[in-house]
């Protein structure tokens, strides 16, 4: 099994920059694809971005494309989260998630190893 505790979410304004971290502990992150999904108030838990448990492949949604970078350090065990040109709508609890040789996954149900959650707001 692997544990997940995401961290750097805040406040910012919209404009602005967040690096959201992913640290795993328990397996070696290498062998994990990782996921990042939000949950707004009142929404359903989406798709943000994925990477590849190679590193080769990433995914992103049309929401935060060309804005969102993903990538994960295997030597450090963790996983980031750039987050550019951030935008009041980007408001939300983001979420990272693992899945064991996992390609870059979209849906929640490929995931078998989630976060607890780091809340992100974005003030207009």
């Known amino acids: 099994q692997v544990q997940l505790v995401e961290s750097g979410g805040g406040l910012v304004q919209a404009g602005g920059s967040l690096r959201l971290s992913c640290a795993a502990s328990?397996?070696?992150?290498?062998?994990?694809?990782m996921g990042w999904f939000r949950q707004a108030p009142g929404q359903e838990r989406e798709f943000v971005a994925a990477?590849?448990?190679?590193?080769?492949?990433?995914k992103y949604a049309d929401s935060v494309k060309g804005r969102f970078a993903i990538a994960k350090d295997n030597a450090k065990n963790e996983g980031y989260l750039q987050m550019n040109s951030l935008k009041p709508e980007d408001t939300a609890v983001y979420y990272c998630?693992?899945?064991?040789?996992?390609?870059?996954?979209?849906?929640?149900?490929?995931?078998?190893?989630w976060g607890q959650g780091t809340q992100v707001t974005v003030s207009s």
């Open positions: 998630a693992a899945a064991p040789w996992g390609d870059s996954y979209y849906r929640r149900f490929e995931y078998d190893y």
């Open positions: 990477i590849r448990w190679t590193g080769d492949s990433t």
């Open positions: 328990g397996r070696s992150f290498s062998r994990y694809a």
